[in-house]
């Protein structure tokens, strides 16, 4: 059983203001002031270079109209971003944003959200758990599918593996990575603010460090393109599992039966397409200009190693599709025993 903390403040007497206690109830209050600290410094000269390195988008580029016929930069004219070591900075401020935010939510929304509807207590941990993640979920595969179509990313499918290395990304594409990091990175200090039990840590510490590896190696092997579009996918059968699940602990049994059936269509679904838009663009599209070394300074990783993690996945994907085949048979009996 997990054991969490909620999001209402409690009044501690005789505390330590170094205690677990205190840290726990009072976290996001901390990490409010430490951000607003680096905000503040935007305020003043000496400061404001500092503040910038943590608070803005680092590496832009501009792009003139008569460099347009640049490598991966055609018909994109103005200010233009590049991965590079000072994200390290702007990671580690929009982490702290992400705690607030997490802190924020949970105070405002969802403790208030369950006590409205009298869940039980043995429930709190799995709906704040569901809730926070849905609604990641959901803003990521909105924002990820604005990008997709801004970007024309499946106007064409060679798009996907054209002009790599793929160094330029607007503004908005560039902060949707660097938001996707944060919010995996914020995950595990949120392991311990929210008092998760040992034994179920290092599952989902696992999950989150999936997560974060993928999405991280992605923007720096300079494959966004690719992997915004397998994110988007990802997350629209993540958003049917999780309202389902909602459903479910809300006892909506006969609601969450048609989203768990809905789910495991979309599920297969979405891995399939996956693989298949995983093995055009690794195994054919980018093994016509494969090179056998890395050259980092051009930011060209394309090498015999991505064709491995593709054969890789693909074996992965259709092993999944297999599982989700299994559970979904179990899972319509265990249904079907409800009613």
């Not at 705690?99 to 369950?114: C, G, K, M, T």
């Not at 990091?181 to 989150?208: D, T």
Request: proline letters at 1%; hydrophobic letters at 45%; a positive charge.
């Amino acid at each position: 059983m997990m054991s969490y903390t909620k999001g209402t403040k409690k009044k501690y007497k005789n505390t330590s203001y170094f205690s677990h206690d205190y840290i726990i109830a009072n976290h996001g209050d901390i990490v409010s002031f430490i951000a607003m600290v680096i905000v503040i410094g935007l305020m003043f000269q000496v400061t404001a270079p500092v503040s910038k390195l943590f608070t803005m988008l680092q590496h832009n580029v501009t792009i003139r109209s008569n460099q347009a016929s640049m490598q991966d930069t055609v018909n994109r004219v103005g200010t233009l971003y590049t991965a590079g070591y000072r994200d390290l900075l702007t990671c580690l401020f929009y982490t702290l944003i992400a705690i607030v935010i997490h802190a924020v939510v949970q105070e405002y929304i969802i403790d208030r959200l369950y006590k409205r509807l009298h869940f039980s207590k043995s429930q709190y941990g799995k709906i704040s758990e569901i809730s926070q993640l849905l609604l990641f979920y959901l803003i990521s595969f909105l924002w990820g599918a604005n990008i997709v179509y801004k970007e024309r990313l499946l106007a064409s499918i060679s798009t996907l593996w054209t002009g790599y290395p793929h160094l330029y990304l607007s503004f908005w594409f560039k902060f949707y990575f660097i938001c996707q990091i944060c919010y995996w990175l914020h995950c595990f200090p949120e392991l311990y603010f929210q008092r998760v039990s040992p034994s179920e840590m290092p599952e989902r510490g696992q999950r989150y460090a999936i997560n974060l590896l993928c999405i991280a190696g992605a923007y720096l092997l300079n494959l966004n393109r690719i992997a915004v579009v397998l994110l988007v996918l990802h997350y629209l059968a993540e958003i049917i599992f999780h309202c389902s699940r909602l459903l479910r602990l809300a006892g909506r049994r006969s609601a969450a039966w048609y989203g768990f059936a809905l789910w495991d269509l979309v599920f297969v679904a979405v891995r399939l397409f996956s693989v298949a838009l995983a093995g055009l663009t690794f195994a054919l599209g980018l093994e016509k200009n494969s090179r056998d070394r890395i050259s980092i300074r051009e930011g060209n990783f394309n090498t015999k190693f991505i064709r491995i993690c593709c054969k890789t996945q693909r074996s992965l994907g259709g092993s999944t599709v297999k599982q989700q085949g299994a559970n979904s048979c179990e899972m319509y009996v265990r249904f079907k025993q409800m009613f």
